[in-house]
């Protein structure tokens, strides 16, 4: 099942040496290094980039250019909105940015047998990241579809003056 998803997302790629394809286990510790190194993103555990890569696979991708991963998107399918999936973390190595990896990780996800059923992606983005902001609005715009911003989770219900608060952005129908 993993190879024929490998071998799925692979057709999307054109020859510039990038490779997509669904994490491994093997891939968490890399995972957590290209998160620490955007200094941007919350870095979450070690542990638990290792369970997502291996729990969360399907539904998550990681983009690997001569041995080393350069991009990584997490998301899972909502357990309480079966047709919706959610991005938590995306990342690009800024040796890599500018060359629509994100946007084509995006798509690579959604185009994959696991979200088969998905009509709706959300995710949420503090206001003060633009390129986050122009990504989302970007995918709603190459797909042809909405892209409706609303509040997702306040400053005050982070531990105080710890978090900038996030917007939730709701693309779709796909
Ligand atoms: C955000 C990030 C993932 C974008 O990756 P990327 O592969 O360079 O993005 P893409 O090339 O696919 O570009 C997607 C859109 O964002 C825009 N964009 C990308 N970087 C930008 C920047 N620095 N400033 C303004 N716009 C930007 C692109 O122009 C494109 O918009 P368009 O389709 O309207 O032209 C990358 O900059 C990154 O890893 N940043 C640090 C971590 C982060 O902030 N993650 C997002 C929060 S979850």
């Given at each position: 099942?993993q190879n024929?998803?490998k071998?799925?997302?692979?057709?999307?790629?054109p020859?510039?040496?990038y490779?997509?394809?669904?994490?491994?286990?093997?891939?968490?510790?890399?995972?957590?290094?290209?998160?620490?190194?955007?200094?941007?993103?919350?870095?979450?555990?070690?542990?638990?980039?290792?369970?997502?890569?291996?729990q969360?696979?399907?539904?998550?991708?990681?983009?690997?250019?001569?041995?080393?991963?350069?991009?990584?998107?997490?998301?899972?399918i909502?357990?309480?909105?079966?047709?919706?999936?959610?991005?938590?973390?995306?990342?690009?190595?800024?040796?890599?940015?500018?060359?629509?990896?994100?946007?084509?990780?995006?798509?690579?996800?959604?185009q994959?047998?696991?979200?088969?059923?998905?009509?709706?992606?959300?995710?949420?983005?503090?206001?003060?990241?633009?390129?986050?902001?122009?990504?989302?609005?970007?995918?709603?715009?190459?797909?042809?579809?909405?892209?409706?911003?609303?509040?997702?989770?306040?400053?005050?219900?982070?531990?105080?003056?710890?978090?900038?608060?996030?917007?939730?952005?709701?693309?779709?129908?796909?």
């Open positions: 099942m024929e998803e071998r799925s997302i692979a057709e999307l790629d020859d510039d040496g490779t997509f394809r669904i994490p491994t286990v093997e891939d968490g510790k890399l995972i957590w290094q290209l998160i620490k190194d955007t200094q941007v993103l919350d870095l979450n555990s070690s542990y638990s980039y290792l369970l997502w890569a291996d969360f696979s399907d539904t998550s991708i990681v983009v690997e250019k001569n041995g080393k991963i350069v991009g990584f998107i997490s998301g899972f909502q357990p309480k909105a079966q047709d919706t999936l959610f991005i938590w973390q995306v990342a690009v190595d800024e040796s890599a940015r500018g060359q629509r990896l994100a946007s084509r990780m995006l798509q690579g996800i959604l994959s047998q696991s979200c088969r059923r998905i009509r709706y992606l959300e995710a949420t983005v503090t206001p003060s990241n633009i390129p986050s902001t122009r990504l989302f609005k970007g995918l709603a715009r190459d797909l042809q579809t909405d892209c409706v911003i609303t509040d997702g989770y306040t400053e005050d219900q982070f531990p105080s003056g710890a978090h900038e608060s996030e917007k939730l952005f709701r693309i779709g129908p796909f």
